[in-house]
């Protein structure tokens, strides 16, 4: 029988005070953390001094998607009239997906574009979504390679053009580029009612404004370049049109997506996609164009750097002759060093190889030193077995009347045809991309061959295909593609030159897998992000690529001195969407911040600042066998951002066996080093997670759900309309720190800030580490303070609650006191509120126990 103490139930009472400064430590024992941690910490954060409640979501669009299952989402930030779009990708029950669109300015409401923005590939992967050069968004999703530069692009070339031939050319680029519409930059339409548009991507439409409209009734018409010539569009709607009459008004021309007809062109220099455009009658002046490209896969525009021959022979009766490096000099007139081409006739050829395929060869003659005679060009290509005369030559070099080619220097080009029909080929000893020139007649020949010269030659690359990658990054301007698992190269990845979404080719880029990177073995790359830091006084910009298993880091400013690491070979990312990027205070040196990325590995979640990966501990539990256990075949579902306006990272997990869909949300405040939870609804939780930011570069984060909506974090005092529920829990504890003692709570005291919503603040009881206690309800009164509203020590029954006003209280705290009559050896408590319009809620200050011993020897 236990020892009854001296005093008995009148036994001397003792105090115990308590602030709400501790931490939730769910991975010790109840025992272990006692009554200033917390067992449970859900929907309130942590301050300097306590807690607070966290803010709840509230939805953007009314109306859920189409494709209920958001599975990512990215923003495009803009300086055009449509400033910011908001892009997720969604998932219907097919397993079908689509992109869709929505422009409503952020933080505020409003609802997608019905029509998707586009519809992804069958058996496209979970959508990548990152910021590309040029104010683009890249896209892979392991199918396809895609890009998107909303509805405003830059025009990449803009010319007035007397004819559909493309004569007499005025180059308007800068003009139509410049928004302001200052004296002189504006493109006059009238005098030349052809005017080129020229883009970088396929096009769908382009938006006009104008400076002077037209006052004369008539029609605009719309072709695209196809590669043999200029086609009409079809679909054309021009929105510029009033009353009858064509540039009478800003608006945008749409027509129907070019993206499967429109190729390259060659013009004044440049090798883009171009649209001819006539005005019927009239005139205007055009200030601003901007160009409406669809989201589409990715393509290859020429550098603009032109390429030199490896070879350039000339066959004269069957006997080749070597100007390769005649033709690699330029000279001039006074001391010509050139392949000397006079006197070819129609049975000779010229054979001139390149490293890369050609869409263009360039001749330069010198000067006087021309063809003369009346005569066609002839250019074939390679197919891997014979020659074969390309399609769409447009031969540069004839004279003005088009009967004598290589008359003047000029450019030949023609359609490259498509990868696949054309091979290299080893001639000469060397190995390239081969064309065979010939004439149809005897060219102009001279004294001592002096007649036709070509002083330089040069080429201008064909198109090569972007191929299709797991996911998108950039790093140093550049858009890294990661992940070439169509082609079995999982730890490949391709680079675009420095600020040009649009261009894989040249050296500074991966030049159509020539300086494909290659990162440790086989294994396929899941994830990577850029990350700057200081160390000592030098500045480094590094590339951080992650497999499942291993991580890799990329040093460098260009292919030359590219340099890949290997970090580790134990620790990579389990959930590619995990990986977010952060700044942190570094422990040591105050005011000294660094960027991490953080994201989660098999064991649980990790951070690297580029010189020290590190375990981010507290939610082990997760990971290891038991209830908590997360489900490790779906780990690919977990989501984590990084909510940069409170310095917290956040990561939904899917926990428990079977379950696919995140259940479980957990939240690390990175100033303190202290988790919670964030616990809405059942069947609500978030699916995805990233950041957006307004136009006064405040950010917050959107979430996705799986019922179509996407719902703004952190904002509003509920879940949507539905109470927020917010608890912190402690650990057991022994009030006289004895394990041989019972004893008996008497009398439980609580201080909180005041709120306006009307409340009650439950508190529940356990005694012995049990898991159901009894419950005591404090409410408001009409004294200002928490009172227990019955004199009896237990109150199952809640009482409803008062307003706590704190208009009406006399001070800004409220406190209340009750009687209790919890008996046990140890003693734990919950403190539970319910709200769903106050901005932050509970914010407990302290709390206080009067206890006594009742027993000794239990």
């Not at 006692?34 to 109306?63: D, H, M, P």
Request: net charge negative; proline share 4%; glycine share 10%.
């Amino acid at each position: 029988m236990a020892e009854q103490l001296p005093g008995g139930q009148d036994g001397q009472l003792e105090t115990a005070q308590f602030t709400f400064h501790g931490q939730w430590m769910p991975d010790e024992n109840t025992a272990l953390i006692g009554l200033k941690n917390f067992r449970t910490l859900q929907n309130l954060r942590y301050t300097n001094t306590s807690i607070e409640g966290v803010q709840g979501y509230t939805k953007i669009n009314a109306t859920p998607l189409a494709n209920t299952r958001i599975l990512n989402g990215v923003q495009l930030v803009t300086d055009r009239d449509v400033s910011s779009w908001v892009l997720v990708q969604a998932e219907d029950a097919s397993g079908g997906k689509r992109i869709f669109a929505n422009r409503t300015p952020i933080p505020e409401p409003g609802e997608f574009e019905v029509a998707p923005l586009y519809s992804e590939a069958d058996g496209a992967g979970l959508a990548r979504f990152s910021e590309a050069p040029g104010g683009n968004i890249a896209l892979c999703d392991g199918k396809e390679s895609l890009i998107w530069g909303g509805e405003e692009m830059r025009c990449a070339g803009f010319f007035t053009v007397s004819d559909a031939a493309g004569a007499s050319p005025k180059d308007y680029s800068e003009a139509v580029n410049d928004t302001l519409a200052t004296a002189g930059h504006f493109a006059p339409i009238g005098a030349q009612r052809f005017f080129l548009a020229m883009s970088t991507r396929p096009l769908k439409g382009i938006n006009v404004k104008l400076r002077t409209t037209n006052p004369t009734s008539s029609l605009l018409a719309a072709k695209v370049w196809t590669g043999a010539a200029f086609s009409a569009v079809s679909g054309l709607v021009d929105n510029t049109a009033a009353d009858g009459k064509a540039l009478a008004r800003d608006g945008k021309v749409c027509f129907d997506s070019t993206v499967s007809t429109a190729r390259p062109y060659h013009f004044q220099g440049l090798y883009l996609y171009a649209y001819l455009f006539e005005l019927s009658a009239g005139s205007a002046e055009i200030h601003n164009v901007s160009l409406d490209a669809p989201m589409q896969p990715m393509v290859d525009i020429w550098d603009g750097v032109y390429r030199e021959p490896v070879v350039f022979q000339a066959s004269r009766a069957g006997v080749y002759e070597d100007f390769t490096a005649e033709v690699n000099y330029e000279s001039n007139i006074y001391d010509p060093i050139a392949a000397k081409l006079d006197g070819l006739v129609a049975t000779d050829h010229v054979v001139i190889m390149f490293e890369e395929r050609m869409s263009a060869i360039k001749f330069k003659l010198i000067a006087g030193k021309v063809n003369t005679t009346a005569l066609a060009l002839t250019v074939k290509y390679w197919d891997g077995s014979a020659w074969q005369a390309v399609s769409g030559l447009t031969d540069g070099t004839r004279d003005s009347a088009g009967s004598k080619s290589a008359n003047q220097s000029g450019t030949m080009s023609w359609q490259a045809p498509d990868e696949g029909s054309e091979f290299p080929t080893t001639l000469f000893g060397v190995t390239g991309w081969a064309y065979r020139l010939s004439w149809s007649s005897t060219l102009t020949a001279g004294t001592e061959h002096d007649g036709t010269q070509v002083d330089l030659v040069t080429g201008i690359p064909a198109q090569a295909k972007v191929r299709a990658y797991k996911f998108a990054a950039m790093f140093g301007g550049r858009v890294m593609l990661c992940g070439h698992t169509e082609g079995k190269e999982g730890n490949r990845v391709d680079f675009s030159l420095p600020n040009a979404a649009d261009v894989f080719n040249g050296e500074l880029s991966s030049q159509g897998g020539k300086q494909s990177l290659y990162f440790g073995g086989t294994t396929d790359l899941v994830a990577g992000c850029q990350l700057y830091n200081r160390f000592g006084s030098n500045i480094f910009s590094i590339f951080l690529a992650l497999k499942k298993g291993e991580t890799f880091l990329l040093h460098g400013d260009n292919p030359e001195d590219f340099k890949i690491y290997h970090v580790n070979p134990a620790i990579g990312c389990v959930a590619p969407l995990t990986l977010a990027t952060a700044d942190i205070g570094f422990e040591g040196a105050e005011g000294v911040t660094r960027q991490v990325a953080i994201w989660l590995s098999h064991a649980g979640l990790v951070s690297f600042d580029g010189a020290a990966l590190l375990e981010i501990k507290g939610i082990s539990r997760y990971f290891k066998s038991g209830p908590w256990q997360v489900n490790k075949s779906a780990l690919e579902n977990a989501r984590g951002w990084y909510d940069s306006q409170h310095r917290e990272y956040n990561l939904l997990l899917p926990v428990g066996a079977g379950v696919t869909e995140c259940n479980t949300w957990l939240v690390h405040d990175l100033e303190r080093k202290r988790w919670f939870e964030k616990v809405p609804p059942a069947g609500k939780f978030p699916q995805s997670g990233f950041q957006v930011i307004d136009q006064a570069g405040v950010r917050c984060i959107y979430a996705g759900r799986h019922d179509g909506r996407l719902m703004r974090l952190e904002d509003g005092a509920s879940w949507d309309g539905e109470k927020l529920n917010q608890v912190c829990e402690t650990g057991d504890a022994w009030l006289d720190d004895n394990i041989f003692h019972e004893t008996r709570v008497r009398r439980l005291k609580l201080i909180a800030r005041a709120i306006t919503e009307q409340h009650t603040v439950r508190v529940s009881h356990l005694a012995n580490a049990v898991v159901t206690g009894i419950d005591v309800a404090f409410a408001d009164t009409d004294d200002d303070q928490w009172t227990n509203t019955e004199d009896e020590s237990r109150v199952r029954d809640i009482t409803p609650a008062l307003d706590l006003s704190l208009g009406q209280a006399s001070a800004e705290i409220v406190q209340a006191i009750t009687s209790t009559n919890f008996l046990g050896r140890t003693h734990r408590f919950r403190f539970e509120v319910s709200t769903m319009s106050q901005h932050k809620a509970f914010q407990p200050i302290g709390w206080g126990l009067e206890h006594r011993r009742e027993r000794t020897g239990v």
